[in-house]
């Protein structure tokens, strides 16, 4: 988007992306704030009783997007210098939740016991109903500034991560072993680090284009 015209300004080489100032949007992030709040508790508490470590690592993403769209909404309005430096935060902290999915993995490997397939099933199945309405909701704003596109990215790992959730489900269920959970769930960590790299990167670059321009 940030190659193609905005609001038909077309009058530059570096045109405008869009920064989330829309009052439409912003009702929008608190709706999707609400579904992803809400689902982070009922999928770390499903997570914890049925022993499925894919499931925490999705209820982890739940909080990582509430997190996300809450700091993408303080910050709409703001420099991007501030919106850059958010979007980092966020960056950063993605990448932090997949290394605590990879420890606790390779910790769940080793000393602990087979799933529930049918608690994944069913919370996998309310989590993607979900997610699928927050990425619809959100989809008209898919590309941005990195605070747009993070919000973006997470949605987006969301829908991704309770589809794999789902065939982690039936892998338990057929197999009856843990392996398809935990397999999952590495899935989702390398998910989380390639998000956390696309937004770095965008974020990084405003940010010293932005530090450019003042320090002139």
Partial sequence: MSKSCCGGACGSSELPTFDGMNPRYKRILWTVIAINGAMFLTEMVAGHMAGSQALQA?????LGDTVTYGLSLAVIGASLKARSTAALFKGVSLALMAMWVLGM???RTLILG???AEVMGVIGLLALAANLGSVLLLLPYKDGDANVRSVWLCSRNDAIGNVAVMIAALGVWGTATKWPDLA???FMAVMFLTSSTQI???AWAEYRSEKGKTAK
């Fill in 184 to 186: 999952v769930a590495g």
């Fill in 105 to 107: 993995t390779i910790y």
């Fill in 200 to 202: 770095l990167r965008q």
């Fill in 58 to 62: 999705d209820a982890l993403d739940f």
């Fill in 114 to 116: 087979v799933p529930s």
